[in-house]
């Protein structure tokens, strides 16, 4: 079964910085993209960040592009979220997600909720202005 365990979030000011990091565990995890979500309370979950398998290609979201940084470190089975210039509106419940199957960034709905088959449990990242 696969497990994905998402730390780092907390309260910054705005423009501070946060690391975000999800651990996963149950399969080979170099075998898979993986993805970062967000979840503002009374808002649909939206796709922040995407990145490949080798780390080849990634996708941001409009909104966190130039501020956001995506990575993976594959002999720790980590995925990472690099969040700067932090703003108010950037306050969610941010989600780790993989997909049921390996292969390239291309190949499934990587900026969809449903091209995702696994969620970790969230960790809330609160910006004050």
């Known amino acids: 079964q696969v497990q994905l365990v998402e730390s780092g979030g907390g309260l910054v000011q705005a423009g501070g910085s946060l690391r975000l990091s999800c651990a996963a565990s149950?399969?080979?995890?170099?075998?898979?993209?993986m993805g970062w979500f967000r979840q503002a309370p009374g808002k649909e979950r939206e796709s922040v960040a995407a990145?490949?398998?080798?780390?080849?290609?990634?996708y941001y979201a409009d909104s966190v592009k130039g501020r956001f940084t995506i990575s993976r470190d594959n002999a720790k089975n980590t995925v990472y979220l690099q969040m700067n210039s932090l703003k108010p509106e950037d306050t969610a419940v941010y989600y780790c997600a993989a997909p049921k199957s390996s292969g390239s960034l291309y190949s499934f709905g990587y900026r969809s909720v449903s091209g995702y088959a696994y969620w970790g449990q969230g960790t809330q990242v609160t910006v004050s202005s």
């Open positions: 149950g399969r080979s995890f170099s075998s898979y993209a």
């Open positions: 990145i490949s398998i080798n780390s080849g290609n990634t």
